[in-house]
């Protein structure tokens, strides 16, 4: 079904019509204006990972080496590439310009980009960079090689409630991270949902937010939205919709994923789209004799038909069939204690490192080390909100020490570890603070850093270059110069690539990690 277009644009897209013009004959990375954004600038020093998207500038080829195709769609295709200067493996999603027929096509577009932009979830697709040439625009991605979920339950041919929780907890967390965030999905469905690798362990990965909008408080949504099999039956009237809407397509996820079939199903559209209005469902049936009542206890609260009366997100993560069904299958690991005290040596108001450490942690970690954070992420993320508050982090750290030593050491965390002032630690601010120095910190991925700050790639960075990169566009010199004054040992009014890596390996020298 999609997104129908409306004159007045009654979905109140995130980004504003693109005004950018593509150069011949090269790729540039688009870098929508200060009116184009959600996150207002604060005059203080705010690191946040969405700095770092479509902050590179140059041609595709010279970052990335393209190899296989791995989808293609009528005005678009996929292929799998290497990011030349750290080795790992992307995927690259390129958009034929021409397929835009209208402003509005182009905006839900640009709307999915900017989205990604400032999402900072582990069960959200992760955007490196964003890039338009000619003819093309390119999307820059993690790669998940696990393909759809559906396609890895019906293959593998595994599926106990415990699997589906585990699948549904995460599908769950991320669609709370966006309606915290004001952002409503509006397409869940199989084809969105993708996974990291095939193990019924498998990270999954929430896609394409081309057709998401931003709610404004005590606002409905009006533009009809989505697919006959997952579309909420409020979107189909005239009253309008709210978050909930994610819900109910949720709700539509889980009942396939323990039945196997949709909970309404018809000949054609017109009779599915009858069967979601009356909203009602049935739970009987050979399939359902080995069901908990508590599994359809919890598809009952989502798909309610009454909005209002639906469960949230929030609520759907502590419900017993979630709770239940994930301690059977989580398991601690060794790595625990070792997160827990890196996140105790994280301690300085070095704000420049804390911005390279940020970059070389969201673009350099592999496979396995983001593997074991994201067990460990959410271990701690009790809500499973895909965020660690204060109460959550001192629940970890009172298994390791007496209560009010936890007390200190969690707040002096929060004040150093919480570098976008959210009062909570994202995951990219998790995997900066958990990861040894050692292991983030090498010439390799400081010389991969210095190309992301050196914008111009003159082989120095500005006062003007760090401002952009750390989102501080908007703030006066004053501070940026003082900043800059601590690393710039020449007194040039710039940072060259020495100077860079000597800030960085005597700050790794001057705070070291926690041995065990």
Same mark, same amino acid.
């Given at each position: 079904m999609g997104c129908g277009n409306s004159k007045k644009n009654e979905n109140q897209p995130i980004v504003a019509k693109s005004q950018a013009k593509a150069k011949a004959k090269t790729s540039t990375q688009l870098k929508p204006s200060a009116s184009e954004t959600l996150v207002q600038v604060k005059p203080d020093l705010k690191i946040d990972s969405s700095h770092f998207v479509i902050k590179n500038s140059g041609q595709l080829v010279q970052n990335y080496t393209q190899s296989v195709k791995i989808g293609q769609g009528p005005h678009s295709y996929v292929r799998v590439a290497t990011h030349n200067a750290s080795g790992l493996k992307r995927a690259i999603k390129s958009i034929d310009k021409s397929s835009f027929d209208n402003e509005d096509n182009k905006s839900n577009f640009l709307n999915e980009v900017r989205v990604l932009s400032i999402m900072d979830h582990p069960n959200i697709i992760k955007l490196y960079e964003f890039y338009e040439d000619e003819t093309y625009f390119h999307l820059v991605t993690e790669y998940l090689g696990g393909g759809e979920l559906f396609d890895y339950i019906i293959h593998s041919k595994i599926l106990s409630e415990p699997v589906a929780a585990h699948f549904m907890s995460q599908l769950l967390s991320a669609i709370a991270y966006c309606h915290d965030n004001n952002i409503v999905h509006r397409d869940i469905k199989p084809e969105n $949902?993708?996974?990291?690798?095939?193990?019924?362990?498998? !990270?999954?990965?929430? !896609?394409?937010?081309?057709?998401?909008?931003?709610?404004?408080?005590?606002?409905?949504?009006?533009?009809?939205?989505?697919?006959? %099999?997952?579309?909420?039956?409020? !979107?189909?009237?005239?009253?309008?919709?709210?978050?909930?809407?994610?819900?109910?397509?949720?709700?539509?996820?889980?009942?396939?994923? $323990?039945?196997?079939?949709?909970?309404?199903?018809?000949?054609?559209?017109?009779?599915?789209?009858?069967?979601?209005?009356?909203?009602?469902?049935?739970? &009987?049936?050979?399939?359902?004799?080995?069901?908990?009542?508590?599994?359809?206890?919890?598809?009952?609260?989502?798909?309610?038909?009454?909005? &209002?009366?639906?469960?949230?997100?929030?609520?759907?993560?502590?419900?017993?069939?979630?709770?239940?069904?994930?301690?059977?299958?989580?398991?601690?690991?060794?790595?625990?204690?070792?997160?827990?005290?890196?996140?105790?040596? %994280?301690?300085t108001e070095q704000k420049l490192q804390h911005a390279v450490l940020t970059f070389i942690a969201a673009n350099t970690i592999s496979k396995e080390q983001s593997k074991d954070l994201y067990k460990s992420f959410k271990k701690i993320d009790k809500d499973g909100d895909g965020k660690i508050s204060t109460e959550e982090l001192l629940q970890a750290y009172k298994g390791m020490m007496k209560n009010e030593e936890a007390l200190e050491e969690v707040q002096k965390i929060m004040a150093t570890v919480d570098l976008n002032g959210s009062g909570y630690i994202d995951y990219s601010e998790f995997v900066t603070a958990s990861l040894k120095k050692e292991i983030l910190v090498n010439n390799d991925t400081l010389n991969l850093a210095f190309k992301a700050f050196d914008i111009d790639g003159s082989g120095k960075i500005s006062i003007n270059e760090l401002k952009e990169v750390l989102g501080l566009v908007q703030d006066s010199d004053e501070n940026i110069t003082n900043l800059l004054k601590k690393v710039d040992e020449n007194g040039d009014g710039d940072i060259d690539i020495e100077e860079f890596k000597n800030m960085m390996f005597i700050y790794m020298s001057n705070s070291g990690n926690i041995e065990i």
């Open positions: $949902l993708l996974l990291d690798h095939n193990s019924p362990d498998a !990270i999954l990965k929430l !896609i394409d937010f081309g057709s998401s909008a931003i709610m404004l408080s005590n606002k409905k949504l009006k533009q009809k939205c989505g697919d006959a %099999f997952y579309i909420a039956p409020e !979107i189909l009237s005239k009253h309008g919709y709210d978050e909930k809407s994610d819900i109910w397509s949720s709700g539509v996820i889980m009942y396939i994923l $323990l039945s196997g079939r949709p909970p309404f199903y018809g000949k054609n559209e017109k009779d599915i789209i009858k069967k979601v209005l009356a909203g009602e469902f049935s739970v &009987t049936g050979y399939e359902w004799d080995y069901i908990s009542s508590d599994a359809i206890k919890l598809l009952q609260k989502m798909l309610e038909i009454n909005p &209002t009366k639906r469960i949230s997100a929030k609520l759907a993560l502590q419900d017993p069939w979630i709770v239940n069904n994930i301690n059977k299958t989580q398991k601690s690991h060794d790595g625990e204690n070792i997160v827990l005290k890196n996140l105790l040596a %994280f301690r």
